[in-house]
């Protein structure tokens, strides 16, 4: 009647398979109450590890323990690796190669993912859920500082690259890339750079900032 949730939880079955991250389980009952499930070992979606590839195509693993690393992105200066885990709420978590820690980057909710790196390796920028859409916030990849938001739109945003100087930013919003400046005297008044019927994504800076690459495709629907 008050659809409350009350008892202490009873363990049923603890062969499983599950995504350690998220909780998600291929679990069912059946309409006269049975049980269906997908035993541990039977699935391996979801779950994996984050590996080097050397130029003779040998893998090495970086991670060893199977997570839900998703966007795994080196730092410049080759020493971090920044990736998202999927979970309820999808966070940010930063690897040190040398020390061999795994932090968590991101918290309060939410989803945060798609992490870019600033040039100097000091900054990440991530897409994070504080309200309605999605919206581009910065972090020290240490936790050192507080976030800061960056831009507000009623819209999802992706970030895509630095340019080298890390004064410019590109992002996908609404199928066009749009620019975000980052310089000292603190604006933060994005401009379409690419504005167009098509659907254009993941622009990158060229390293020496005179290019950019990105993906374009135009949906015809009937």
């Known amino acids: 009647d008050r659809l409350e949730v009350t008892g202490t939880p009873v363990p049923v079955e603890s062969g499983i398979w599950m995504i350690a991250g998220s909780g998600q389980a291929a679990v069912d009952y059946s309409s006269n109450g049975m049980l269906v499930f997908a035993p541990k070992g039977q699935l391996t979606v979801g779950n994996s590890t984050i590996a080097w590839m050397d130029r003779a195509g040998a893998v090495s693993p970086l991670l060893e323990t199977l ?13 971090k690796v920044a990736t998202a885990m999927n979970a309820a709420n999808n966070d940010v ?22 992490p870019v790196w600033s040039p100097d390796s000091r900054f990440l920028v991530y897409s994070a859920e504080k309200g309605k ?3 581009l916030f910065r972090k020290p990849w240490d936790g050192s500082g507080v976030e800061e938001r960056l831009t507000t739109s009623p819209n999802t945003q992706l970030a895509s690259s630095f340019a080298p100087a890390g004064d410019l930013l590109s992002f996908i919003e609404n199928g066009d890339i749009w620019i975000l400046p980052l310089d000292s005297t603190g604006k933060r008044d994005p401009w379409p750079f690419i504005n167009s019927p098509a659907n254009e994504r993941w622009g990158f800076f060229s390293p020496d900032g005179r290019w950019m690459v990105y993906s374009s495709a135009i949906f015809i629907s009937n």
């Open 133 to 135: 859409s999605p919206n």
């Open 93 to 114: 978590w930063i690897y040190h190669i040398g020390r061999g820690v795994l932090s968590r980057l991101t918290f309060g909710g939410g989803n945060n993912d798609f």
């Open 67 to 79: 997570r839900t690393y998703v966007r795994p992105v080196i730092s410049p200066d080759g020493q």
